[in-house]
């Protein structure tokens, strides 16, 4: 369970780098829409992991690029938030699989057989 102040924190993170990649981040992500769909800091606030999600076709060659960029990420990070954090954490990316696995749940899903429930059935449920 996260503290107040850790979630404060994520909060703050995540809103900032999304503004990054929307204003100061083309150079880094191109024509890419990224969306950072969560973060999660650790106790000391010394770690951000920040989950990414992609709109893009080569959303592994953006997340590599980011990946190898990550400390002028957090240069431009500190420039934000510099002032109201004592200490810039570091950042570790990660790639949101939410939507994927959502996609390919919801294709199981609809694959399954399941029977219709007859009439019969609800009128001994009613008993």
Avoid: C
Avoid at 72 to 83: D, F, M, Q
């Amino acid at each position: 369970m996260e503290s107040k102040r850790q979630q404060k924190y994520s909060k703050l993170i995540q809103k900032e780098l999304g503004e990054i990649f929307q204003k100061e981040g083309r150079h880094l992500i191109g024509s890419a829409f990224i969306t950072v769909a969560r973060v999660l800091v650790s106790p000391d606030l010394g770690l951000a992991k920040v989950y990414l999600s992609f709109l893009v076709e080569k959303d592994k060659a953006v997340f590599e690029k980011l990946n190898d960029r990550k400390s002028e990420l957090r240069k431009h990070l500190g420039n934000r938030i510099g002032k109201s954090v004592r200490i810039v954490p570091e950042i570790a990316l990660f790639m949101d699989e939410s939507a994927s696995y959502a996609q390919h749940m919801d294709a199981v899903i609809s694959k399954l057989d399941i029977p219709e429930a007859s009439d019969e059935d609800d009128e001994e449920e009613e008993d």
